[in-house]
T-cell receptor, first 113, second 114 residues
Framework: AQSVTQPDIHITVSEGASLELRCNYS??????LFWYVQSPGQGLQLLLK??????LVQGIKGFEAEFKRSQSSFNLRKPSVHWSDAAEYFC???????????FGAGTRLFVKA | DADVTQTPRNRITKTGKRIMLECSQT?????MYWYRQDPGLGLRLIYY???????NKGEISDGYSVSRQAQAKFSLSLESAIPNQTALYFC?????????????FGEGSRLTVL
């Protein structure tokens, strides 16, 4: 069965520190992979996506993610976290065609001063 | 103005009442979706529609129905609301022509069923 696992329900980092959010997926074929961010009271916004090619993808707001096929992982990273990055982050996987996107449970990021 | 607009943004209702959540989009996308968000469960697909004549059940369609009135409008109905349908509901769209799978979300409709 297709699934997405985000092992960390919440993470707290200090402002200026580096960040890595973990994502593992189970999928029969090469999926489309996404990271979305949800700020309080807002809908989800796409941070970045991977379809093929270079396994390190760059996104908005200084985020990047690396696709590792051997580990079925697509971890999200940022070198230096800002207070405005506090939000909930969702990893997602979709088939070609993009419908029936499956989301992970989300990781809530707290940023401390 | 938002590209994907949901109304109402907040609704409190009682068990057994009929509720309709509406979604309209100005992105010109053919595909529209309704998701439900619950804490710790992420987003789960309720229904999706590829065009006006094509509507499909998602993962958790029981207790819900939808109507695609036009390419730009996709409504979600709860015929007889129950407390475990209390959740945050999102409408989303995607563009088949670009086939990237990227979803564009509305700001959500928070529903509370007492």
């Amino acid at each position: 069965a297709q699934s997405v696992t985000q092992p960390d329900i919440h993470i707290t980092v200090s402002e200026g520190a580096s960040l890595e959010l973990r994502c593992n997926y189970s999928y029969g074929a090469t999926p489309y992979l996404f990271w979305y961010v949800q700020s309080p009271g807002q809908g989800l916004q796409l941070l970045l996506k991977y379809f093929s090619g270079d396994t390190l993808v760059q996104g908005i707001k200084g985020f990047e993610a690396e696709f590792k096929r051997s580990q079925s992982s697509f971890n999200l990273r940022k070198p230096s976290v800002h207070w405005s990055d506090a939000a909930e982050y969702f990893c997602a996987v979709a088939s070609t065609g993009g419908f029936k996107t499956i989301f992970g449970a989300g990781t809530r990021l707290f940023v401390k001063a | 103005d938002a590209d994907v607009t949901q109304t109402p943004r907040n609704r409190i209702t009682k068990t057994g009442k009929r509720i309709m959540l509406e979604c309209s989009q100005t992105k010109g996308h053919d595909r529209m979706y309704w998701y439900r968000q619950d804490p710790g469960l992420g987003l789960r697909l309720i229904y999706y529609s590829f065009d006006v004549k094509d509507i499909n059940k998602g993962e958790i369609s029981d207790g819900y129905s939808v109507s695609r009135q036009a390419q730009a409008k996709f409504s979600l109905s709860l015929e007889s609301a129950i407390p475990n349908q209390t959740a945050l509901y999102f409408c989303a769209t995607s563009d088949f022509r670009r086939d990237t799978g990227e979803l564009f979300f509305g700001e959500g409709s928070r529903l509370t069923v007492l």
